[in-house]
């Protein structure tokens, strides 16, 4: 490694597209690259990406990055990876060919799979040892799909020919030459396959998917050497130093080091982590358990987690579907233009709700409307759904938490708007914090690969880099916040079980 080379190139390959940022060693992001690629949906609830695009795509970021930040491969000290979750990728250790599209974690076409372990009674133990629930979202039932529908895998996975993992892996595999087979714990623990306590995978539950332990990848934690880029790759030898999940990626680009911090993500839907600390509680309503990024000499550190399905999602409904808006942000001062929802509550159970309620049967409503209420109150109403089933959320996960969260570092294209942030700190009871960068997936992803290379000390020092832009205080009393989550559940009990069909 060269003196000069005091950047970190960060990869972070998401759902639609994959990015790709250079940070310097302060923490400023120098330049970034992106390139969206193709959603595959060959019948309904399959979705799938093609891994050689997803390759392609990553490519084309880092090229755009570093030609952005105007440095070279050389100038890199350390490669981060952080990627989406769950995703399943299977290819030949020879020819290094994929033997399939990826089956993306959308993707429910294993449901069945799930129903029929759930009805032999494996739920349970399957719970206590991977701290997730039985679900298609899941890998270890979408590579049992592949080993079953695609002929001679199996048999080919037994004789070791044939590697498997999540995107990281995959990732590694390529920037490596095809030199390194590795998963990070983060994404170990997405697979249903992984042992949470133990930190490895479980024979046990490998046999139940019925899943050759000869393909799957070897997992190391995060922050640990997942050997060096190829020169013919990226034109350099360069260490890839951090992996992470996108979510636990997020956590960790929020500092959220210590137990009991936690943050919200709000994009299309709300992805909430909180730090649970190293000797959690197992999880109840149903929230998800896993290792986060944060491992250091004493052990793993875990997070809970849980999301609300539809978020952002409200507002672009309120866009195109009812027209009030033109775009996602005018929907701040269209509800500002009110002092209050005039008692107008939207439950946005579009697709069911998940925790703590988890009815697929639950569908949307609006409730309270009198003959004064309008599209300002509609606006506002949605906004404080956001807030409400975020609130809820908080609620929780403070069951499940060895001490009750007492922070929300907030990112995702919704929490650019103010009147949100104020409603979510006065609804959740606490301080709402916003950094003044919010690629924190990106940015967690850096810091993991820049502490391991040594251009950090340690996540204290990289936690200093996290700076507030700006911090929204409770501004209502613990009675009104009491009576108005009490309202907000005495709508959302009027939504459940309204379909007939799931
Ligand atoms: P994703 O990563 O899920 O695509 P983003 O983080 O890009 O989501 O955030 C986009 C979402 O945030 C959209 O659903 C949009 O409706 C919503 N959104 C964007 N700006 C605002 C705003 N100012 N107020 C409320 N919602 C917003």
Redesign the pocket.
């Known amino acids: 490694m060269a003196m000069s080379a005091t950047f970190v190139l960060s990869i972070d390959q998401g759902t639609t597209s994959s990015r790709a940022l250079v940070v310097d060693a302060r923490g400023t992001v120098c330049g970034h690259g992106q390139a969206p690629f193709t959603q595959h949906f060959p019948r309904p609830g399959w979705v799938e990406h093609d891994p050689q695009e997803i390759w392609a795509s990553v490519e084309i970021a880092i090229a755009g990055a570093l030609r952005a930040a105007g440095i070279a491969p050389e100038d890199i000290a350390a490669v981060g990876i952080t990627n989406q979750r769950e995703t399943a990728i299977a290819w030949d250790r020879e020819t290094g060919e994929p033997v399939a599209r990826a089956i993306v974690w959308q993707d429910r076409r294993t449901a069945e799979t799930c129903d029929e372990l759930r009805a032999a009674g494996h739920e349970a133990a399957i719970g206590e040892a991977t701290g997730l629930t039985l679900d298609p979202y899941f890998t270890a039932t979408k590579l049992a799909w592949l080993l079953r529908e695609i002929p001679g895998l199996r048999e080919r996975a037994e004789r070791g020919e044939i590697a498997a993992g999540t995107v990281d892996s995959w990732l590694i595999w390529k920037l490596t030459g095809g030199q390194r087979h590795l998963t990070d714990y983060t994404n170990a623990s997405r697979t249903l396959l992984f042992n949470i306590a133990k930190g490895r995978w479980d024979d046990r539950l490998c046999d139940l998917f019925g899943i050759p332990r000869a393909m799957l990848p070897k997992a190391q934690p995060s922050r640990s050497p997942f050997g060096e880029t190829d020169e013919a790759v990226l034109g350099a030898r360069v260490p890839i130093a951090g992996v992470a999940g996108d979510q636990q990626a997020a956590l960790f680009g929020q500092a959220c080091i210590a137990p009991g911090q936690a943050k919200n993500?709000?994009?299309?839907?709300c992805f909430l982590l909180a730090n649970a600390g190293k000797t959690p509680a197992p999880p109840a309503h149903r929230l998800l358990l896993s290792i986060g990024a944060n491992a250091g000499l004493s052990g793993p550190e875990y997070v809970l987690e849980g999301s609300v399905f539809v978020a952002?999602?409200l507002?672009?409904w309120l866009?195109d579907e009812l027209g009030i808006i033109e775009r996602?942000?005018d929907?701040?001062a269209l509800a500002a233009s009110v002092p209050d929802s005039a008692g107008v509550t939207i439950v946005p159970a579009f697709t069911g709700l998940g925790a703590p309620h988890w009815d697929p049967r639950a569908r949307g409503a609006i409730f309270g409307l009198t003959r004064g209420a309008g599209r300002p109150h509609i606006a506002r109403a949605a906004?404080e759904a956001i807030a409400l089933s975020s609130a809820e959320l908080i609620e929780a996960m403070n069951a499940s938490m060895p001490a009750p969260v007492t922070e929300l570092r907030v990112d995702?294209?919704?929490a650019?708007?103010d009147l949100?942030m104020q409603m979510q700190a006065d609804l959740a009871g606490i301080p709402v914090v916003r950094p003044v960068q919010t690629e924190t997936t990106a940015l967690g992803a850096a810091y993991l690969a820049g502490i391991q290379a040594g251009l950090w000390s340690d996540p204290a020092e990289v936690s200093a880099l996290w700076r507030v832009d700006r911090v929204f205080e409770p501004q209502i009393g613990e009675p009104e916040r009491a009576g108005r989550m009490s309202d907000w559940r005495r709508a959302v009990e009027r939504t459940l079980g309204w379909a007939r069909e799931e």
């Open positions: 993500t709000y994009g299309t839907g952002g999602a507002i672009q866009r996602a942000g929907v701040e906004l995702g294209g919704a650019a708007n949100l």
